[in-house]
């Protein structure tokens, strides 16, 4: 017996390797965060946590209140309250029922609710299409959301338990948007470490709503009614909290670093193949596959590519991206995405860039905006090429459209 | 650069509504007649729909355009030419549900500036009311009721009018009688408005009322706090529950006295407030019960004291006493503080028998309604006295 409890007690204090989707290792990023209520609302991709999330409940592995609301509404004011009431919480959506959940998500920041949600990112309605594009998430940019995307399970697991660490710390307490593309995510099982529970207890403290504790032993009315007297300093309230993300990310990624050994250099952008890139390519999620794979039968070819991937869209690291990019001769955005009417009719992502730039000491490379993959089409590499050579025609004063979309039919 | 003109007029909610945004429509059609442009808007933040919530219009002329867009885009303006206050009980002070604490009624009148109460009271009734002045301003009297004229049933006592009569005297550089005349032809297509409009502008007169007249109270004051020293996350500590109360004679503590709201006092709130005969009082609960806004402290030996802080002047504790005149609803225009009347009971039982008999002794007709079926009709003789005798 005591030879098995030292074999129970070192797995418990050894990572794990499992085959899961990113949908799954949220759902574990929420076990090992020992999250107290859950809500859900079937929508694809977004349901696939909840399947996975009602297993652990189910199996007795996670001891949460699990509620299915009645629509995404009701879903995401449910764990406002839990959350104003002290709970750890989770939710999540996808496309639509995002915006279903609009009304709640405007308000959840406001409150400073440190709501941790998942976005399986979907085309919006119409045509109903379940493919990934990153308007839904989006729309909450401007919102005091912190938006995040990842490309792999295990950073999704990983980004998981920061969000819980930065959105919870008294210093923040905003919400948290994780974003993993529908399908090339959500449904795609690939090998994650599991963090052991001692390694997560370490990282991730209790939460503690303190002096916000919505309890009969602190006595306190949220949200009243407020005129235009009370407006403007409580937006710039939410503004300070933004502001302070940074530094608190920064915090959180050199802890995750030391305790889990797994580093995620910069926590704002990936730089893939950019030291001696002459040009880059940009873009969220799961795009960073087919653009790495071109990138690396590109440079066979002598063209010296590299890539930045934005994980963290909110708060936006303008000033270390504008620095970064002003290396390059040109900077090609892929958008999954779009904003009909924008400056140059570009992606959302493009224009942040273009914006990040014009007020940056530094060279300001010509921005190229590309639209691609809408509605989970895929981006192949011949897709990326010709990316690329619309970036090199940037790089070298070639007259040509500011936004370009790739992979129509046309 | 030419003439900004500012009018307010003061009301009630909701039965004054209407009346009010006709007064301040008709401002600004009358200045059109001279060509002046003007625009009329209620105070965005009020909540004029509350009964006998005290909301605000405004009318705002220019001389020319470019005058008028200086006063344009605002939800009150800072100073005004002349306030109108449709019920003279709101000659206490204003207390909106658009900002916090208590305005004077005649907190934004220009230094020399009017203030038209229509009101069945004398000057020196109205002038002892409102908050004193450091400027000199004058005082105008359109007498009549708290008119509910435009709302439903209520007939059209031609108050809007009247007041638009009054000004053209009071303010002739706005407009001229001929202006209001026309204006009102044009709008209600009424000769007979036309002619009260004159009468009006015939009858009306003016007190001036000096920087040491008026009530000395300073009245409450909030201070905004910068953002940084707010709590974050909208959120507010609770009001504390309350405690015993004391009696100011025996010292003995005991009851209840809830705690109440300290940036809103509802002093002026009301039109009415209920007077209680403590030597009656059966201790029944059924007023501390049915307040809607639990303004009555349990007092130590089981009484029920409306507290002025809270009382919105309804009448439901009138409506729901047992005892004959226990509770009488008396207007506003009769007291001229907020004291305990349970107090002044403790203090002198003879002395306050003598007080309350002399404020129920007349019954005032109305509260923000009327107390019973039949009343309206009742007051029309005296309305219309009013009307061909000024």
Known sequence: MAQLATVLEDQ?????????????????????ADVDVITAYPIRPYDTVMQYVSKLVSNGELDCEYIVAEGEHSQFEIVKHASAAGARVFCGSSGV???????????????????????????????????????????????????????????????????????????????????????????????????SQAQVNEFLPRYNRADLLLHPDNPITVAPQGNEDWVMEIRRQNYAAMERVSDVLREAYADFERIFGRSYGNPFFEEYETDDA????????????????????????????????????????????????????????????????????????????????????????????????????????????????????????????????????? | ?????????????????????????????????????????????????????????????????ETLEQGMAKYEPKEVDITIAVDDTLCKGVESWAWYGLQPVNKLLKPGGTLIVTSRETPEALIKMAHRKETPYQLAIAKGTPSFSGLWVYKDDHTDVRILG????????????????????????????????????????????????????????????????????????SIPAGRAVEDPVSHATGGFRPDRNPTFKKFTT??????????????????????????????PEGLYDANMQACCGCGVCEAVCPVKDCVTMVNESE????????????????????????????????????????????????????????
């Open chain 1, 12 to 32: 418990r204090k050894t990572e794990e390797t499992a085959l899961i989707t990113g949908s799954e290792a949220i759902a574990v990023a929420c076990k090992l």
């Open chain 1, 97 to 195: 029922g995002w915006m279903y959940a609009m009304e709640a998500l405007t308000v959840t920041p406001a409150l400073r609710i440190p709501m941790v949600a998942m976005v399986g990112n979907r085309a919006l309605d119409d045509p109903g299409a379940f493919g990934v594009e990153h308007n839904d998430a989006l729309t909450v940019r401007d919102l005091g959301w912190q938006l995040v995307w990842v490309d792999t399970a295990q950073e999704a697991l990983d980004t998981a338990l920061i969000a819980y660490r930065v959105s919870e710390d008294r210093r923040i307490f905003l919400p948290c948007a994780i974003s993993c593309d529908g399908a090339f995510l959500t449904h795609s099982q690939a090998l994650v470490k599991i963090p």
């Open chain 1, 278 to 410: 002459d040009i880059v390519l940009m873009g969220m999620g799961t795009l960073s596959t087919p653009v790495k794979v071109a990138i690396r039968k590109m440079r066979k070819a002598g063209k010296k590519v590299g890539f930045v991937r934005m994980r963290w869209f909110r708060p936006f690291a303008a000033v270390e991206l504008a620095k970064s990019l002003s290396r390059f001769s040109a900077v090609g955005v892929v958008d999954r995405d779009y904003s009909f009417g924008s400056p140059f009719m570009s992606g959302v992502l493009a224009n942040e860039v273009r914006s990040a730039l014009y007020s940056s000491p530094g060279e300001k490379p010509p921005v190229v905006g590309f639209i691609a993959g809408l509605g989970g089409r895929e981006v192949t590499v011949p897709d990326v090429e010709r990316i690329t050579d619309g970036v090199y025609n940037a790089a070298e004063g070639r007259p040509q459209p500011l936004t370009q979309w790739i992979g129509l039919r046309e």
């Open chain 2, 1 to 65: 650069m030419g003439r900004l003109f500012a009018i307010e007029i003061i009301y009630r909610g909701i039965y004054q509504k209407t009346l009010a945004s006709r007064i301040s429509r008709a401002i600004v059609l009358a200045a059109h007649q001279e060509g002046k442009p003007g625009i009329s808007f209620g105070r965005y933040g009020d909540s004029p729909e509350r009964n006998g919530i005290p909301a605000k219009n405004f009318a705002i002329v220019g001389t020319d355009q």
């Open chain 2, 166 to 237: 009054a000004i053209a005297k009071l303010l002739p550089e706005l407009f001229s009688l001929k202006s209001v005349q026309k204006a009102i032809v044009n709008e209600w297509k009424d000769p007979l408005k036309a002619e009260s409009a004159a009468r009006s502008y015939e009858r009306i007169s003016t007190t001036k009322v000096l920087p040491n007249q008026g009530n000395p109270e300073i009245p409450y004051k909030f201070e905004f706090p910068k953002w940084h020293e707010m709590g974050d996350g909208i959120a507010i500590p």
């Open chain 2, 270 to 299: 009301r039109t009415m407030r209920p007077v209680v005969n403590f030597d009656t009082c059966i201790k029944c609960t059924l007023c501390w019960l049915q307040c809607p806004d639990s303004c009555f402290d349990v007092t």
């Open chain 2, 335 to 390: 007291f001229s503080d907020n004291a305990s009347q349970w107090e002044d009971w403790r203090k002198d039982k003879d002395a306050y028998k003598v007080w309350l008999e002399d404020k129920i002794k007349t019954r005032s007709e109305r509260s923000h309604g009327f107390r019973y079926r039949g009343q309206y009709e009742e007051q029309i003789p005296e309305m219309l006295q009013i009307a061909r005798e000024g």
